[in-house]
């Protein structure tokens, strides 16, 4: 055993010894998720060639547990100096004074330019009026359509309005005559469609500088009841579950109209051939009134620096690299991730895009939902749980939104006593 | 000696039976590990490789760091054992062999604070590690695993049949506590302590969550840490992570066969007392 | 157990040397267990949240407030019930398959009885992660072997991870996979200590096989069923990684178990008060439940 205490010590000081190393250029360490954390290393040696003096290290983190793993690295001073954050994250990482005002940077900078960005996405990253995240990629929802079975029911375009989605998806029901095949498919595991026509709506959906929940609000609940009589009326599916692929179902006419957003485009592509090739679209969102086309979540990643980075004049060098035209251009062939810069939209890849077109328009309409630290909870825990229950008719819409509003509150307790502390 | 009896051959069916299916994922994963991209990902199922290939570790061992995250596993799980097989040795051989006040109390406390579940602790050990400044480091896995109960209870069970007069004697000719220790209790625990020794092995290499947590930079990833990462990145390329899950295994395996006959008898031996 | 029946005296400079060989691993179980404990313990009285990561002014002491929340909060019922399900289902068919293995093993007719044993056992040190996704890919809807064979007895494919009624028997099943290996070991362990004197006699008066099971085996392996009931429902009440990594919890939360919904409050949400209330009312459905246990084997 004596020995084993010896050969202990001796791996502490081997362990010790591993810990420690320094290198000689600027370290820039990047963390992005996912795949875009696999593949934007292929854009770094560029930017090293133009910066000699800087070495970007970037790490992947996988989306799962992208959450854990940022806020564990904040909770112990380990986050990166610069990284990616899902848009709707700003907010959280905000209210920790994790990241940077970029206000005076984006102000001498030469190359980023609020006006060269969609206006509901750089929103997005605003807080208090001051900006906090620059857009990398974006995205957003629209209407993915199988015009084939739009025509079958007699109509020759997508829905503009909330009243002829209502008609097409009855028409649809009425001509497929089939009990197992729907007209729209609104997965109640996905908080988005819900939240969107209530936005469309203009549902203000918290209150009180956003300390209480109001999803009870006329405007909300018009929405809610429109969205939910689909499951009622069968003509969406209410399972989530029942469709196991999304793609194939699509391609089964099992639903014929789904609400979406570009991650899909590929896989559609791949999914629907030959016959089929022609057979579906996308659109723009219908709108509540006739001002189609209606909005959409601004959705997509911006990226951030660490507040406490200690290379910030770096870190926005790289943020500056990755916003060129010609590198989100890379960026999206890579990829297929949507560039932010309105620029690189004018390319020709884009112009004679017919799914890439619909995504412009959508753009130029989208809304930014509310940005408080909380959102994620409201969002994947609350919105989804009730709109489940309200399309199994476990509730009613009216139980169901005070129930959302109850549970809303009680997340947004802390939120009230901090902003009545920061009053006092 | 085989007989041909309906009952011997009823029983060994029956633990045919049982074999197949707790076999079956692992040659499954073994087989699909050599298979080419996209060929187990078929109706119906490939049982083996149309084409056998190595291309899928090849690609973990280039495109992706599985030696660093290898060796940061072999690193700490022997770290972890060899520190905790020390303090939990000799934490039993002082309950077991010293007279002092609240002994028994102390040890009840110890035991039935086994049942609270270890997640509870996380939080606060987490921020308390970050105080210390250690998150990201080999000792963030290393100090909450320097001793555990179950530890010290396993030893203390299997020593108990140990008699008295081995000691007596020992401390007669004139020998210290610590040669008593070293001397006497460790080689005669050897067995329990190998079985312990696996144990911890084990448990520290197949843990998840808390290196999840605490190291950060994937050069300090452990291999199922790493498994996980490469489980949402790559959960189109199954074969790419069968040949993961199979070196993620592997040397759990070896050691567990090298060492087995060791391992289940004191299992045996510790289990069935209380 | 009763010390004072211990001869040997540590003598002379005990304590010096017994401060040196308890308090390394006393001390570190101590610090890095005992107080973490009771900090969260602590913390369940207070709004720990994510604003306290920020600045530890913002922490309050709330009273029973997190702990009232529960009983008004629906998800923590469903985790509690999937909790159960999973305990109260996967607890006896564990148990059941590793007496029965064992059993098999322990007799005379058994051949190639060291391979069948390590078989068997294999699941139980291999790494969860690992096996985790070869089970994903077993259970997948199209491709995976377990349709494949179910296709055989004419059953149509069934969406094992994804279908709310299929998830937690899928998770079950695997669970007992992984696990029951180890109490078989134990329960061999169990019957090498029944006399073989007894089983002779037995079948001297004509007993036949369900009667020495049921008149010797399984009165004298009580002690050792009563040890593995408790620590499989230790363990299976700390259900946590099998649905971490298979299925988050879902579909429809229809294996979010406590442990997790914990986990998920703490880790996800970083609503650390909350969380910790949470682990400490499933600390007192284990003490009750090993209470229990043990009261029911004393009264029998």
């Known amino acids: ?178 009990k197992n095949k729907y007209a729209i498919y609104l997965p109640s595991n996905e908080w988005a469609p819900f939240v969107i026509w209530g936005l469309q709506n203009n549902a203000t959906l918290l209150k009180s500088n956003n300390s209480y929940g109001n999803f009870s609000s006329p405007e909300f609940k018009e929405a809610f009841a429109f969205i939910t009589k689909f499951h009622k009326e069968k003509l969406a599916p209410i399972g989530m579950t029942e469709v196991n692929n999304v793609f194939q179902a699509f391609k089964d006419e099992y639903f014929s109209m789904y609400i979406s957003g570009p991650w899909n485009i590929k896989d559609f592509k791949l999914w629907l051939t030959d016959s089929l090739e022609n057979s579906w679209m996308i659109a723009p969102l219908p709108a509540p009134t006739d001002e189609y086309p209606g909005a959409s979540l601004a959705g997509g990643s911006s990226l951030v620096i660490n507040s406490k980075s200690e290379v910030k004049q770096e870190a926005w060098k790289l943020i500056e690299f990755l916003s060129r035209k010609k590198v989100q251009l890379e960026f999206y062939k890579l990829l297929n991730d949507l560039p932010a810069v309105k620029s690189a939209w004018m390319d020709s890849i884009f112009v004679n895009d017919k799914f890439l077109k619909v995504f412009y328009t959508q753009f130029l309409n989208v809304k930014a939902t509310p940005k408080i630290a909380e959102w994620e909870q409201i969002a994947f825990s609350k919105i989804q749980q009730y709109a489940e229950y309200t399309v199994r008719e476990v509730m009613t819409v009216d139980e169901a939104l005070a129930a959302l509003d109850k549970d809303i509150n009680e997340i947004l307790k802390k939120r009230r006593w901090l902003l009545d502390k920061n009053e006092q | 000696m085989i007989s041909l009896k309906p009952k011997p051959i009823l029983l060994n069916l029956l633990l045919i039976i049982i074999t197949v299916i707790t076999l079956t994922p692992f040659l499954w994963m073994v087989s699909a590990s050599f298979m080419l991209d996209g060929h187990a990902s078929t109706y119906p199922p490939r049982f083996l490789p149309d084409e056998f290939t190595i291309t899928q570790y090849s690609k973990l061992f280039t495109k992706l760091n599985i030696t660093t995250n290898m060796l940061n596993s072999f690193i700490l799980s022997i770290s972890v054992t060899l520190i905790s097989l020390l303090f939990n040795s000799m934490a039993a051989y002082a309950f077991l062999k010293f007279r002092f006040k609240g002994k028994e109390k102390l040890f009840t406390i110890l035991l039935s604070s086994m049942i609270i579940p270890s997640q509870v602790t996380m939080l606060p050990l987490f921020l308390m590690l970050k105080e210390m400044g250690v998150i990201n ?79 950060t930079d994937e050069s300090m990833y452990t291999l199922p840490v790493a498994m996980s990462n490469l489980m949402s990145e790559h959960s189109k390329d199954p074969e790419l992570m069968m040949a993961g899950s199979v070196l993620t295994i592997l040397p759990i395996i070896i050691v567990f066969l090298a060492m087995q006959k060791q391992y289940i008898k004191g299992l045996m031996m510790g289990s069935v007392k209380e | ?161 994804g279908d709310p009624v299929w998830a937690m028997p899928a998770i079950i099943l695997m669970a007992i996979w992984k696990s029951f290996g180890y109490n078989m070991i134990i329960f061999i362990a169990g019957l090498q200590n029944i006399p073989e004197q007894l089983y002779e006699a037995a079948e001297i008066e004509g007993a036949n096989s369900w009667h020495k099971f049921h008149h010797i085996t399984l009165p004298l392996l009580a002690p050792t069923t009563l040890f593995v009931g408790i620590i499989t429902l230790i363990g299976f009440f700390q259900l946590f990684a099998e649905p971490y990594i298979m299925t988050q919890g879902g579909p429809l939360n229809s294996t979010l178990s406590i442990v997790q919904y914990m986990y998920q409050e703490g880790f996800r949400w970083w609503n650390m008060g909350y969380s910790a209330a949470i682990a400490f009312v499933l600390f007192t459905i284990i003490f009750t439940g090993s209470i229990i246990q043990l009261k029911m084997k004393k009264n029998d």
């Open chain 3, 1 to 161: 157990m009763n010390s004072s029946k211990y001869k040997y005296d540590s003598g002379l400079g005990s304590k010096k040397s017994l401060i040196i060989f308890l308090s390394p691993a006393l001390l570190a179980i101590l610090i890095f267990f005992f107080i973490p404990v009771i900090s969260a313990f602590i913390m369940s009285f207070t709004d720990f949240s994510i604003y306290a990561l920020a600045d530890w002014n913002y922490i309050q002491f709330i009273g029973l407030d997190n702990y009232f929340r529960l009983f008004d909060d629906p998800l923590f019922w469903i985790a509690l019930k999937n909790t159960f399900y999973f305990v109260i289902t996967a607890g006896p068919l564990s148990i059941i398959a590793s007496l029965t293995a064992a059993i098999l093993l322990s007799s005379k007719l058994t051949a190639f009885k060291s391979f069948f044993r390590l078989s068997f056992f294999l699941p139980v040190v291999t790494t969860l992660v690992a096996v985790a996704i070869v089970w994903r890919f077993i259970y997948h809807p199209n491709f995976g072997l377990l349709n494949y064979f179910l296709s055989y007895f004419g059953i149509s494919p069934i969406d094992w991870l």
């Open chain 2, 137 to 215: 480091t080999y000792f963030a896995i290393i100090i909450p695993g320097l001793a555990n109960i179950f530890g010290i209870f396993l030893i203390r069970q299997y020593a108990q049949s140990i008699p008295d007069s081995l000691f007596e004697a020992a401390k007669i000719d004139g020998a210290t506590d610590f040669q008593i220790y070293t001397k006497i209790f460790v080689p005669i625990i050897k067995p329990i302590l190998v079985t312990l020794a696996l144990f911890t092995f084990m448990g520290t290499w197949n843990d998840f969550l808390w290196p999840l947590i605490t190291l």
């Open chain 1, 1 to 178: 055993m004596y020995q084993v205490g010896k050969i202990a010590v001796l791996f502490l000081i081997f362990i010790l010894g591993c810990a420690n190393s320094e290198n000689d250029p600027t370290v820039l360490k990047f963390w992005a998720m996912g795949a875009e954390g696999e593949y934007v290393s292929q854009l770094l040696p560029e930017f090293e060639k133009e910066n000699p003096n800087i070495e970007v290290k970037v790490q992947q983190v996988p989306w799962t547990a992208a959450q854990e793993k940022l806020i564990t690295a904040f909770a112990s001073d380990k986050l990166p100096d610069v990284f990616q954050l899902g848009n709707t994250w700003v907010p959280q990482f905000h209210s920790l004074s994790a990241i940077e005002n970029l206000s005076e940077y984006v102000e001498k900078s030469t190359s980023i330019d609020e006006s060269n960005y969609f206006p509901g996405i750089w929103d997005t990253n605003v807080l208090d009026s001051t900006i906090y995240g620059i857009p990398w990629y974006i995205d957003t929802r629209v209407l993915y359509y199988r015009s084939d079975i739009l025509k079958k029911a007699g109509f020759d375009h997508p829905p503009r309005t909330w009243d002829e989605l209502y008609e097409i998806s009855k028409s649809i029901k009425k001509v497929l005559a089939d």
